[in-house]
Structures are given as C-alpha cells and as structure tokens.
C-alpha cells in the first residue's frame, strides 16, 4: 500500500504541474479558462470497517480499500464553483474479519463465527464498478488550483466479484458464488479538504448480506464504511 500511495503522489504532482498557467512573459497576457471544470479524475485510499455485525463476529487486522475513476463536473452557477458530478469508478476492497462463510452438503452457503478458533487468514475481497453521484461546493478560481471543497452525495455500485477467503489449521475455505449477497450496493459519500489532501468517508445504504444469511436465528447483515483520504486530478 505504500509503494501505491507514493506512486499516487507522485501522478498527481505531475497532472497538477502540467495543469498551471506558466509565468508570462513580457508583453503577455495570461488567459483564463471561463469555463473551467474542476476534480473529474479521483484516486482514494481507504481504510475499511464492518459494521452492524452479528453477535460474535469482529474485524480484525488492517482492511484497505483502492478506488478510482472519473467525474463529469457540470457547473450550475456563473461562478463555477458550485456543481453536479456524474461518473463512473472502480473500487477494490479487502475485510479481514472472524465472518466464516462455508458450504453446506447442498452446496449452499454456511455462515459462522470463528472466535475462540485460532486461524492464519478470514477476508473477503470485493470488486465493484461504481457510478458517483456528487452535488459539489468549493472556492475555486480560473487562476489557481488550490481551494477549499465540500462534496457530498451518493454512490450506486454493482459487486460484479466477491470472494471468501479461509486458511487454518485444518484446510482452506474459499468461496465465490454466494447466493445471499447484495451484489447492487448504494451508499452515502462525503468528502472535504482543500488542495491535494482530501478527506473521504463513505458508509453503505444496504447490508452486504440479505435476511437468508443467518447464525443460528441472527442475521448477518453487516454494512460496510470507508475512511480515508481522496486525491484529484483535473
């Protein structure tokens, strides 16, 4: 994740640099982009949570989240800093938790609680494409590139790809077709900060799992948050 977060770093330096005025000679005028948009490429690193959980079922180690995509900034004011976004995104998302989802004889899906159990690794992995819908405020200018933002809205996605990772002492579970996923996925956003350094959180308006995944008579549930921080490409 470091090697990441510095190449990350290192992108948008570059993008922000190619994208300022040059100093203007002598007898120059410097032009200004009227119509200006602002923040269409996005680049977020996250820590993720699990929250709602059953009873017996708790998060344990780091969980990290990678996602990016691009917005469609749409301005609704002269000033230009007042706008709509629209877009689409790629999110990638590691839970390390005790959750065990097993098979049944049947082949279907066993759900479980591994505490008190000692084992080596218990995740999920999820891929989703996203779709962010964004209403957005800042003080940005045509001149400068710097500025305050606040932008908040929600986000559709669709879990086109999940796995259930389990490796103990006494073999491994792995599991990708599970039946009582909530593969369309809708969650709040809300993201703030100024110039490079953004901060972003997200929290999911459905449970990953629906009412048929159960221990014993609880339901499983569970409703996934991110915290982290956003970087913005022009």
């Known amino acids: 994740m470091k090697?990441?977060?510095?190449?990350?770093?290192?992108?948008?330096?570059?993008?922000?640099?190619?994208?300022?005025?040059?100093?203007?000679?002598?007898?120059?005028e410097k032009t200004l982009d009227?119509?200006?948009?602002e923040d269409q490429f996005y680049i977020g690193l996250t820590y993720n949570l699990i929250l709602n959980r059953p009873t017996d079922v708790n998060q344990s180690g780091f969980s990290g989240g990678l996602h990016f995509g691009f917005v469609r900034d749409m301005p609704i004011n002269k000033r230009r800093n007042v706008a709509f976004g629209v877009g689409l995104g790629y999110s990638l998302n590691?839970?390390?938790?005790?959750?065990?989802?097993?098979?049944?004889?049947?082949?279907?899906?066993?759900?479980g609680s591994?505490?008190?159990?000692?084992?080596?690794?218990?995740?999920?992995?999820?891929?989703?494409f996203e779709a962010?819908?964004?209403?957005?405020?800042?003080?940005?200018?045509?001149?400068?590139?710097?500025?305050?933002?606040?932008?908040?809205?929600l986000r559709m996605g669709y879990l086109y790809y999940f796995k259930s990772n389990f490796k103990g002492a006494d073999g491994d579970v792995s599991r990708t077709n599970v039946d009582e996923l909530n593969r369309l996925r809708f969650g709040a956003t809300f993201t703030f900060g100024w110039n490079t350094f953004n901060f972003h959180f997200y929290y999911s308006l459905n449970s990953l799992f629906s009412g048929d995944a159960v221990i014993g008579n609880?339901?499983?549930?569970?409703?996934?948050?991110?915290?982290g921080l956003v970087f913005y490409l022009l």
Do not use: M
């Open 3 to 28: 090697k990441v977060l510095i190449i990350i770093i290192c992108c948008l330096n570059a993008v922000i640099g190619l994208g300022q005025e040059p100093e203007s000679g002598i007898g120059k």
């Open 34 to 37: 009227s119509l200006y948009r």
């Open 94 to 111: 590691v839970y390390n938790h005790n959750l065990l989802v097993g098979e049944g004889d049947a082949g279907e899906s066993v759900f």
């Open 132 to 153: 962010p819908v964004e209403f957005r405020w800042r003080t940005s200018t045509p001149e400068s590139h710097k500025f305050y933002r606040i932008y908040t809205g």
């Open 114 to 128: 591994l505490r008190g159990i000692d084992f080596n690794i218990n995740r999920f992995t999820t891929h989703l």
């Open 218 to 227: 609880e339901k499983v549930g569970i409703n996934t948050a991110k915290v």
